[in-house]
C-alpha cells in the first residue's frame, strides 16, 4: 500500500533512479536497450527512446508542459504542505525529509495542480510528482486532488489526473489511508454530475492512487510498460514466494485483463485525451 | 504475516511432534500471552500491546459478533463475476426485529479454518460480493452495517489480474453515493486499503482495542528501519490505537470493552457493540438520505492536516 514498495525492486528491472534521465553530462543511456541518447534530442522525443520506445519517468512540470497548451497553465494550491500531523520519527524525522523532497524537487508537495487548456479545451489538471517522496499520498496530496476534483465541480471543467504513486504515505499513518476516501466521495459528485474525468496511469502507480482515483476515471488509461498494481511486485514475491513473470503488473498485462481502456504513447497522448473530451463534452450540451 | 498468538495456536496444535525448544517457545510466548492480558486497562499499555490484542487467537470474530447481535442470519455468496470470497460474509439479518445488511471480514481460528479464510485478506471478487450486497440493500432501503476485521486485501497475481485496486476503488466511490445509513464497526485489524474498502460509512465505530492502519507495523518496521526489530517502535509511531483514531476524527466513537478485553467474555463485547449500534444507526436513521449523504461526505472532507 505505501510508496516505498517500489523504490528498490527485487525485480531484475533496472533500478528505478537509472531509469529517470540523469541530469549530467551531454548523453544519456536507455535503460532498456542501452541506446546512448544526446540529452537535448530526447528533450524533442518526450523523453521516449528513439530506438525501443522507452518512456522515461518524467517530473510533473514536464508532463504538464507536454500536456498542456504552452502559456496556458496557472498553477493553484501550490502552497499547501505537510504539517507532520503525526510527528513521525523512524531513522529520519519526517520534516527533514519533507525538506530535503522540497529542496530536491522544487515542489511543495507531490502532486502539482493547473487550471489550463489542452488543444483549447479548458480542463483542470494534477499531476503526481514521483521524485517527491515517492509521489506518495499523505494529506497534502489528498487535500490537493480534493481541491482539483473541486474545482472541476465549481468551473464544470474537465480533469485530468497523471498519476505517478507508490501508495499512501506511511508517516501520515491513517490520514493517508482516508485521503483515499476523501478524494472518492469527491469522486462521486463529478461522477454525478456527469463531468469528464480522465484517469492516466504513469510507471509507476500502485497502492492507495490506484485503489482510490486512478482506477475511477471514465477513461483509465496508462503509458507503455507502466508498472500498475494494488501490492508491490515484492510483496506479491514474498506472499506467494515466487518469482513473478516479466511484464506482469505492467499496462499490457492490465489490458489484456480488461483493467485499462487503453495504452497510450506519449506522444500520441494529447491526441487522444483531446478527441474523448469532444466526446465527453458535446454530449452533455447536446443530449440534455 | 501471522500473529505471536496465531504461532502459539499452530504450536499447540501439533505440540507432540515437535522438538523439546519448541516446548520452551511455548512457554514463552505462553508468558507474553499472560503480560499483555495483564496490559489491558492500564495506562502504560503500549501501542504494540493493541497491535497483538487486535489479533489474540481467542478474540470474537465477526461471525461471532454476527452471531450475538442479530437473529435471522441469512448469508449469501458469490459476486455474480467470477467466485465467492470466503474472506468476506454477509447476507441479511434482523437487528431487534429490523432488517439489515451485514456484511463483514472473517478470518479462521484454527490452521484449516484460517486457509479457508485466507487469513481474513479478500481478494476483489471480496470487495465485489460487497458491493453487491450493498446494492440490494440500498435498492429496498435497508441500513448496511459492516465489519472490519483483516490484515489487509491479499496481494497475489490472481488478485492483481483481476483488479484487486480497481475492486477497493470501485467500493469506495459506491459507497459515498449510497443513500442508506452505513455504519462501520471494526472489531480487530483494520488493515490498510483492505479495510477501508468497507470503512467509508457514516460512523465508524471501532472496538477499545482493535487498531486501524495504513500499514502494519511489521511491513512499517522492515521498510523503514529495514529490520523487524522496530515493529514496536512503528506500533507507536503509526498511531494505529483506537484512542489515536479518534484524535485524528477518523473514529467516531470507541466501544469500550469488557474489563480483561473482548476475547475474554465475548457476550459482553458484542452487548457493548449492540447498545453502540442501535444508538447511531437509530440516530442515522432519523436524518434524511441528503442530510446522510452531506454528513457523510462532510465527514471525510474534512480528514487530513496540513498548512496552508
Ligand atoms: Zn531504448
Known amino acids: ?288 | 504475516m501471522m500473529s505471536k498468538f496465531e504461532e502459539l495456536t499452530e504450536l499447540k496444535e501439533r505440540a507432540e511432534a515437535l522438538p523439546p525448544e519448541a516446548t520452551e517457545a511455548i512457554a514463552e510466548l505462553t508468558l507474553r500471552i499472560t503480560q499483555l492480558e495483564e496490559s489491558i486497562g492500564k495506562e502504560n499499555a503500549t501501542a504494540w500491546d493493541q497491535v497483538q490484542l487486535s489479533r489474540h487467537e481467542n478474540r470474537p470474530y465477526t461471525l461471532d459478533f454476527i452471531e450475538r447481535l442479530f437473529t435471522s442470519f441469512r448469508p449469501i455468496h458469490g459476486d455474480r463475476r467470477f467466485a465467492d470470497d470466503t474472506a468476506i460474509v454477509g447476507g441479511m439479518a434482523l437487528l431487534e426485529d429490523q432488517p439489515v445488511m451485514v456484511i463483514g471480514q472473517q478470518k479462521g481460528r484454527n490452521t484449516k479454518e484460517r486457509i479457508y479464510r485466507n487469513y481474513g485478506m479478500a481478494k476483489p471478487e471480496g470487495y465485489r460480493k460487497a458491493v453487491r450486497l450493498m446494492q440490494i440493500a440500498e435498492k429496498f432501503n435497508r441500513p448496511i452495517l459492516t465489519f472490519i476485521d483483516t490484515p489487509g486485501a491479499y496481494p497475489g497475481t490472481g488478485a492483481e489480474a483481476r483488479g484487486q485496486a480497481e475492486a477497493i476503488a470501485h467500493n469506495l466511490r459506491t459507497m459515498a453515493e449510497l443513500q442508506v445509513p452505513i455504519v462501520a464497526t471494526v472489531l480487530g485489524e483494520g488493515g490498510s486499503g483492505g479495510a477501508l474498502a468497507l470503512s467509508l460509512a457514516d460512523r465508524i465505530l471501532m472496538l477499545r482495542h482493535s487498531i486501524y492502519s495504513v500499514i502494519s507495523p511489521e511491513s512499517c518496521s522492515a521498510i523503514l528501519w529495514k529490520d523487524q526489530a522496530h515493529t514496536q517502535q512503528a506500533a507507536h509511531a503509526l498511531r494505529l490505537t483506537a484512542p489515536d483514531l479518534e484524535h485524528f476524527k477518523v473514529v467516531d466513537e470507541v466501544v469500550p470493552e469488557p474489563p480483561e478485553g473482548a476475547h475474554s467474555d465475548w457476550d459482553a463485547a458484542a452487548a457493548l457493540v449492540k447498545e453502540s449500534l442501535l444508538r447511531n444507526l437509530g440516530e442515522l436513521q432519523v436524518q434524511s438520505a441528503q442530510q446522510r449523504l452531506r454528513g457523510r461526505s462532510e465527514k471525510f472532507r474534512r480528514i487530513g492536516e496540513f498548512v496552508e
Not at chain 1, 524525522?93 to 524537487?105: F, G, H, M, Q
Not at chain 1, 515542489?107 to 521524485?131: D, F, I, P, T, W
Not at chain 1, 483493467?259 to 506519449?266: E, G, H, K, Q, T
Open chain 1, 1 to 288: 500500500m505505501a510508496w516505498f514498495k517500489r523504490d528498490k525492486p527485487s525485480v531484475q528491472t533496472p533500478a528505478e533512479e537509472e531509469r529517470r534521465v540523469k541530469t549530467e553530462g551531454l548523453f544519456t543511456k536507455c535503460p532498456d536497450c542501452n541506446n546512448v541518447i544526446w540529452k537535448k534530442e530526447l528533450e524533442g522525443l518526450l523523453h521516449v527512446c528513439p530506438k525501443c520506445a522507452f518512456h522515461f519517468k518524467i517530473d510533473a512540470r514536464q508532463r504538464l508542459e507536454f500536456l498542456l497548451d504552452g502559456g496556458q497553465s496557472e498553477e493553484f494550491d501550490a502552497h499547501l504542505r505537510s504539517s507532520d500531523p503525526l510527528q513521525f520519527v523512524d531513522q529520519k524525522n519526517y520534516p527533514d525529509r519533507l525538506e530535503k523532497a522540497i529542496e530536491s524537487t522544487g515542489c511543495n508537495e507531490a502532486v502539482v495542480n493547473v487550471q489550463g487548456s489542452l488543444k483549447g479545451h479548458e480542463v483542470v489538471c494534477a499531476a503526481m510528482e514521483y521524485r517527491f517522496i515517492g509521489g506518495s499520498m499523505g494529506s497534502v496530496v489528498g487535500e490537493k486532488i480534493t481541491r482539483a476534483i473541486e474545482k472541476s465541480l465549481q468551473t464544470r471543467k474537465p480533469l485530468i489526473i497523471v498519476s505517478a504513486s507508490g501508495g499512501a504515505r506511511m508517516m501520515e499513518g491513517v490520514l493517508s489511508l482516508m485521503q483515499m476516501a476523501k478524494i472518492c466521495t469527491a469522486l462521486a459528485q463529478l461522477h454525478q454530475e456527469k463531468i469528464p474525468y480522465i484517469s492516466v496511469l504513469t510507471d509507476p502507480t500502485t497502492g492507495g492512487v490506484t485503489a482510490s482515483f486512478a482506477m475511477l476515471g471514465d477513461l483509465n488509461i496508462a503509458e507503455p510498460k507502466a508498472l500498475i498494481g494494488f501490492a508491490g511486485p515484492r510483496v506479491i514475491e514474498q506472499t506467494i514466494r515466487q518469482k513473478l513473470p516479466d511484464g506482469f503488473q505492467r499496462s499490457e498485462f492490465l489490458v489484456e485483463h480488461g483493467m485499462l481502456d487503453a495504452i497510450v504513447p506519449r506522444k500520441e497522448l494529447r491526441d487522444f485525451v483531446a478527441d474523448w473530451l469532444v466526446f465527453m463534452s458535446n454530449g452533455r450540451s447536446a443530449g440534455q
